[in-house]
């Protein structure tokens, strides 16, 4: 049978599942050739019951490019890289409309028609990253809900960590704090862990196609989720502190906190969004300058906790102070708007 479908030249791909007694068959777009293609598999003792083609029709991707010093040779260069991208049927650069920018980097644009796949622009993005360019993909879809997303997922930790707040407040002002007082702290972490550990990055597993391990590639992702793995250990180590008794070393938690705030204020500084397009400098503007925020109330709440642990300053109402620098940040996240 498969001799006779090399007769079909435009029948790129052919999948045969003996089990099923089903053909899978791949063709160009300009295959019309039913007739012949049912007389040729007849011929070699097979049969064909009903045809259900399907059509695959390119997904047309808009992206804007940086470099630095272009020339006709590196454009010749990005065309060739994105056109081996898997999927990629065309690629077409834009050689005569490009400006630069403040930063003297040469700004233009591309489009790709490709096949469509999950990964086909993160795949985009490192063909690009290997021929010395920038590309950052554009979203041209009005329906596309990915702005509330994300928001969703900064007010719903925003009241996490307000409810944290207040909690704490409680810990520390009743003697004999009721037990959905005492536990309320490792049960809020662990509710915060799960929401994000699901909703963080929807392109991702465990709600997008892209795997857990080929998500790393992104480093927006891969920040998210060494923010997640903090929360679960947070949650982890609160819930036995309580449930066993658990005392630790002054010294380590004093440290353990320092060294855990140090990570996430880094992570916050440095989760900057950046973009070469100038109709989204403002909206990139605004939400680095909340992103530093966010990274100051954690500055601000880890260095006032390792204050009160280590020296017990300020007196009396320190030991309040980092819950309050806890509820601001709670309170930033909730206000997050992109």
Known sequence: MRRKLKQFPEVVQARIDTKTQKAYLEALPSFDQYVALEHAIEDAGGAISMFHPSYVVPKAVHATLGVKGRTLDKIDQ?????????????????EDRWFTNEQGIDVGGAVVFADPN????MNLVQAGKA??????????????????????????AGLCLMALAIIGFLQLSLSRPPWFVSYGTAFIWLALFVFLFIRSDRGSWPLGPISWWDSFRQWETAQHRIGIGLILLIAVGDFMRIRKGWTVNPAMS????????GIGCWLLFSHLHSTLDPAHEKAVRRMNLQHQAMATSVLFFTLSKFAWEAWKVPRKWGQYLWLIFLGILGLLLNLYAE
């Open 118 to 121: 999950p990964k086909l622009q």
């Open 254 to 261: 004093r440290w353990g906190t320092l060294i855990i705030g």
């Open 131 to 156: 021929a010395g360019f920038i590309l950052e993909p554009s979203d041209h879809d009005p329906n596309s809900d990915k702005q509330a997303w994300s928001e969703m997922n900064h007010a719903f």
């Open 78 to 94: 990005l065309e060739t890289r994105l056109k081996g991208v898997p999927g990629v049927r065309q690629a077409i650069v834009d």
